[in-house]
């Protein structure tokens, strides 16, 4: 019988554990079969220019196209990949085909990949950021990696190396979930981020809480004196929108301005969005 006093109460033979461990091995074994069948697609959400509306990047997002259960969303399997390890190659995939997509997106629009603790302490993380960015032809500028406050929580000199390492390449590095975690201040002073995201749950709140507003007014001012741009994560309204600028806000992402979309929708928004600049068509033959 499994301990019944102490902090753990563990009970193997209780029919709902027992239905509950069940599930998350079928979810583990289908995991397996999903990365070696090709079942991932990644959605990109526009990120927008507060005052200017024009799109700057995309968050790469992962979608799982399960064969019965349809699709699953990333907060049921990415913490489940995270504990048995397979986020690592999942991850990898992820970021090489997000670079592979951006590098043939216009401009300067950028591509932001979220990085999970784990994936953050495997050693070869530098490789791959340099291997996937050398394979897809994506300027390092171009590319953005989200952390949490918890990838600098264990071990944090290392982690605190990995990160100078990576940005000393020029790509760009984003605190996620900005406010959610323990001590982001003191991870502020401990690393230059490129930028802060605002968690949605301090958005959410913009309108009814004056103390939501008052940590996210709190939040971008600390930013702007540190020159760190901060995006507002999960605007919907217009009442929310109208919010953020007016606190300051560099960068917009939220159903407001668009869902997660397929990687066809995004190369048509970008075609619609932004018109070619003349620059562009500098090095096209002149038409008779
Ligand atoms: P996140 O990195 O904080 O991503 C933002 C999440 O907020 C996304 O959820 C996005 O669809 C959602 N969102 C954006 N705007 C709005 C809005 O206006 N309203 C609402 N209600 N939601 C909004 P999603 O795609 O379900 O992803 C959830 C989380 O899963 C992500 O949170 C991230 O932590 C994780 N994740 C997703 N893809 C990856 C990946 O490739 N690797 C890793 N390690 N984690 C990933
Ligand atoms: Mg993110
Ligand atoms: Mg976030
Ligand atoms: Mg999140």
Not at 43 to 62: C, D, K, M, R
Not at 141 to 168: C, N, P, Q, W
Not at 214 to 238: F, H, N, Q, R
Request: aromatic share 8%; glycine share 8%; charged share 25%.
């Amino acid at each position: 019988k499994a301990k019944s006093n102490g902090r753990s109460t563990y009970c193997f033979f209780e029919p709902a554990m027992d239905a509950g461990i069940q599930q998350r091995r079928k979810l583990e074994i289908d995991l397996r079969q999903a990365i070696a069948g090709n079942q991932f697609e990644i959605y990109y959400q526009p990120q927008v220019n507060a005052g200017t509306e024009e799109i700057v990047g995309f968050e790469a997002l992962l979608r799982w196209h399960h064969p019965e259960r349809g699709l699953v969303s990333p907060a049921e399997f990415i913490p489940l990949a995270e504990e048995t390890g397979l986020i690592v190659p999942l991850g990898e995939w992820v970021l090489r085909r997000a670079c592979k997509d951006a590098a043939n997106w216009p401009g300067d629009v950028r591509v932001a990949v979220n990085l999970s603790p784990l994936q953050f302490r495997s050693p070869s993380l530098t490789h791959i950021v340099i291997s996937a960015l050398a394979d897809s032809g994506l300027s390092a500028f171009r590319l953005e990696l989200e952390i949490t406050e918890s990838v600098l929580l264990t071990d944090s000199e290392t982690a605190l190396a990995t990160l100078h390492h990576i940005r000393g390449l020029g790509v760009r590095i984003a605190m996620d979930d900005f406010g959610t975690g323990y001590s982001s201040l003191s991870y502020l002073r401990l690393f230059p981020f490129d930028k802060i995201k605002i968690d949605q749950s301090f958005i959410r709140e913009l309108g009814e809480s004056k103390d939501c507003a008052a940590i996210v007014k709190a939040v971008v001012d600390l930013g702007s004196s540190l020159g760190i741009t901060t995006t507002a994560e999960g605007v919907e309204t217009t009442n929310q929108l109208d919010r953020v600028r007016e606190h300051g806000c560099t960068e917009i992402q939220g159903y407001f301005f668009g869902k997660p979309l397929p990687l066809s929708h995004v190369e048509k928004l970008l075609l619609e969005r932004s018109p070619p600049s003349p620059a562009d068509h500098r090095d096209e033959p002149v038409r008779p």
